[in-house]
């Protein structure tokens, strides 16, 4: 997608730069964003990759795995920096049965987007995570064997071993079409 602007009364010409920006911890959310690779065209794809200074772009797909009930760090710091751009964000979590989980990880992230910056949408999916996260629920039940929250976090932890998948992969590029058709 090139996007050109001409207005009638010049002849400037602007054409949009995007940038596909992530953090991955087991690798979920950079087999998300290798799907929104696939919707830019490669002529307007500036940057691919985790955050670094330095990324100009004027429409940014920010992505990030959840950590403790929020994006990473340097996704934090990039979000926090952005001003005067537009931004589609999406994000992972091992949680992935509830709307409302998504809502309240949303509400969190926009808090750290300043108020210059236009946010297109987001997308949210369930994503797999790492066997310590297992370990640590079972060591929980030998202590509490018939606690339904840890019950319900082990089936959970099931569920979300074959996330993101094909049909996670297909809605993404969707929603990545929708981003960018709203320019």
Known sequence: LILVVVSSNSKEVSI????????SNTGNTEYLAQGIKEVVQKNDLVYFGKFQEGIDADLY?????????CCSEE????????KDKK???????????SQAYFKRLLDTVMKLIDSSNEFLGSYF???????SVKNRYLMMLEKNPNDERILASLDNFEKAKSHPDFDDLKRIKEWAHSMIDTL
């Open 87 to 97: 931004i589609a964000y999406f994000q992972t979590a091992g949680f992935g049965g």
């Open 75 to 82: 996704i934090k710091s990039l979000l926090s920096s952005l």
């Open 16 to 23: 949009m730069k995007i940038a596909i920006v992530f953090s």
């Open 125 to 131: 999916c369930q994503g797999r995570m790492p066997d």
């Open 61 to 69: 797909f920010v992505g990030s795995w959840t950590d403790k009930g």
